[in-house]
């Protein structure tokens, strides 16, 4: 079993940043995938960004030069740092690692004023 533990998110005014961060614990299988996906009212769970361990990134087109996705294989954390964030962006924020299964975080609120 693998947990995962998110921390960040807010409320942030249009142009501003956040940083989330993913801590996972347990039977951790390497190689994996670790990422963000979001959902916001009414709309379906998208993906954000994600990160192997071998660190290759995809991002959604939306966030590409804004949002930034990193990890620390040594302590099984990924991050995502949230520049110029727009209204937009306003969704609730998953944390998601991908070994053997897929596992979710409990998600956390990003809310962007305008």
């Known amino acids: 079993q693998v947990q995962l533990v998110e921390s960040g998110g807010g409320l942030v005014q249009t142009g501003g940043s956040l940083r989330l961060s993913c801590a996972a614990s347990?039977?951790?299988?390497?190689?994996?995938?670790m990422g963000w996906y979001r959902q916001a009212p009414g709309k379906e769970r998208e993906l954000v960004a994600t990160?192997?361990?071998?660190?290759?990134?995809n991002y959604q087109d939306s966030v590409k030069g804004r949002f930034t996705i990193s990890r620390d294989n040594a302590k099984n954390t990924v991050s995502l740092q949230m520049n110029s964030l727009q209204p937009d962006d306003t969704a609730v924020y998953y944390c998601?690692?991908?070994?053997?299964?897929?596992?979710w975080g409990q998600g956390t609120q990003v809310t962007v004023s305008s």
């Open positions: 998601n690692y991908y070994g053997l299964h897929r596992v």
């Open positions: 990160i192997s361990s071998g660190g290759i990134t």
């Open positions: 347990g039977s951790i299988f390497s190689p994996n995938f």
